[in-house]
């Protein structure tokens, strides 16, 4: 274990920084939102310390208890979390998740480049002593921390008896996975507490997969295929300085979220149409990733549709970058007669409204902003969209429902609702739920490549002919 002297930053100002993400989550405001208030030569580092203490922070309350358990104020409780959250399990608090690429966290992660113990004794109390509102803390987190240090092997096995440190998620999400699956609720929570590869979606309309893993090899960055059109960065990487990216030869997108176009798509002919193209509606579009695909996918006319403008923005601008272009409109997909023009689709694409429950690995403070309450809510958003958008397609037209989310109530429970009350479809072979995975076990489907993906869950459904 060894100092990082070279770090520009002093640690005790990154720190400072994560104390007041875990803050800003606390108040219900994601994660994304906060690092924008944080000063750009700080947000590295800073985020890097987050998401390790999103991940762990359970743990580290559980042991905050065991040490004081009267909670000291919250800034100085948020800087106390955060700095046990990386005693606990260590990070190289130097790097940063977007750019490099985190050693696996967990009790058997392998020993990296970190600060040690004692630096992070020192610079957490160094934090609060240059905090307005934490200075009058600084013995009491000193006291904690090094109490923890001399008694954690004692206070780690006490933190072992509550479900909520072990699997680092809320009581109610762990009873919620363990009911929807019974035989992988553990693999789920423990693939949630890792962090997700940096995946890119190659424009095949500009390279092949195969040629772009060409290119990174050729400056020695490591790359392995991942599915039909998908690479995995065994280091992950600035995105704009990799190859190609200006050219618009890839885009960043999970395995999952990959099989959207062709899933949607593939063998499918246009119905009637004046051009001979396909006519898809992406009905929540933003940021647009799956709008790509669809267009590098087949020749096909797409309306993208969000109901947020600022969003529509970024679709618009990703479009640019990848040489595509989509009839972009801003609309509620749950009102079409405030947006759609009469004329019927051959293909739907609804990435429904969800909890977000299967990209925990990528978004850590999804589980600590959920409620239990979120599931039934979204589930009743899903089910009128559904509703609003089957009579815009054509008979033999397919509509490709999917959600990023583990729980049945956004998958399985709603599909099934869904076609007991609409006798005019029918369900194709559909991955279902995809269950989120780090390498480790390899999928079914659709083959042995896909052994790296988030959570997700798909259902294709065909509108039978009249």
């Known amino acids: 274990m060894q100092d990082n002297s070279t770090q520009q930053v002093p ?3 990154q720190l400072q920084g994560a104390a007041s993400l875990l803050m800003a989550v606390r108040d219900g405001q994601s994660m994304t939102a906060a690092l924008e208030d944080v000063d750009a030569a700080l947000r590295p580092g800073v985020q890097a310390l987050g998401f390790h203490t999103l991940r762990w922070l359970s743990r580290a309350e559980a042991l905050r208890q065991q040490l ?6 919250p800034e100085a409780d948020a800087l106390l979390c955060v700095a046990l959250a990386l005693a606990w399990n260590e990070i190289d608090v130097g790097r940063t998740e977007q750019f490099s690429n985190e050693p696996p966290l967990g009790k058997s992660a392998p020993p990296g480049a970190r600060y040690t113990a004692h630096t992070l004794v020192d610079q957490a109390v160094e934090a609060a002593k240059r905090g307005d509102a934490t200075q009058h803390q600084a013995s009491f987190i000193n006291g904690c921390l090094r109490r923890f240090l001399r008694e954690r092997d004692e206070l780690v096995a006490r933190t072992e008896k509550s479900p909520q440190a072990v699997w680092n998620h809320p009581q109610w999400w762990i009873d919620r996975v363990r009911k929807d699956h019974p035989e992988n609720w553990q693999a789920i929570l423990r693939a949630n ?5 940096l995946i890119l979606r190659i424009n095949e309309r500009k390279t092949t997969q195969a040629q772009y893993q060409w290119a990174l090899a050729a400056i020695n960055i490591e790359a392995t295929p991942v599915g039909k059109q998908g690479v995995i960065l065994a280091h992950a990487q600035a995105v704009n300085s990799l190859p190609g990216f200006a ?3 890839f885009s960043v997108q999970d395995a999952a979220a990959q099989l959207a176009a062709p899933l949607l798509l593939e063998g499918l002919k246009a119905e009637g149409g004046e051009t001979g193209r396909l006519k898809v509606l992406d009905a929540c579009a933003a940021p647009g990733g799956k709008t790509a695909h669809l267009l590098e996918f087949a020749d096909c006319d797409v309306t993208a549709l ?9 679709v618009k601008q990703n479009l640019q970058r990848l040489g ?9 997909a749950g009102q079409p007669d405030t947006w759609w023009d009469g004329r019927a689709f051959d293909a739907i694409l609804l990435d429904a409204p969800c909890t977000a429950s299967g990209i925990v690995r990528r978004h850590p403070d999804v589980r600590w902003l959920r409620r239990p309450t979120d599931i039934a809510q979204l589930a009743d958003i899903q089910a009128h969209l559904l509703k609003m958008l089957w009579p815009l397609l054509k008979p033999g037209g397919r509509l490709l429902y999917c959600t990023c989310s583990v729980f049945r109530a956004e998958g399985d429970n709603q599909v099934q609702t869904f076609l007991t009350h609409h006798t005019d479809a029918l369900l194709r072979p559909s991955p279902g739920h995809l269950l989120p995975q780090s390498g480790a076990q390899a999928t079914v489907f659709p083959d042995n490549l896909m052994r790296e993906h988030d959570g997700f869950y798909y259902a294709l ?3 039978r002919g009249s």
């Open 11 to 13: 640690l005790w100002r």
């Open 193 to 197: 507490n890792t962090q997700a590869s």
């Open 247 to 249: 050219e618009g030869h």
């Open 461 to 463: 459904l065909e509108k």
């Open 306 to 314: 969000d109901i947020d403008a600022r969003r529509c923005e970024r």
């Open 68 to 73: 004081a358990r009267r909670p000291p104020p």
């Open 324 to 332: 595509l272009q989509a009839d972009i409109r801003v609309g509620d």
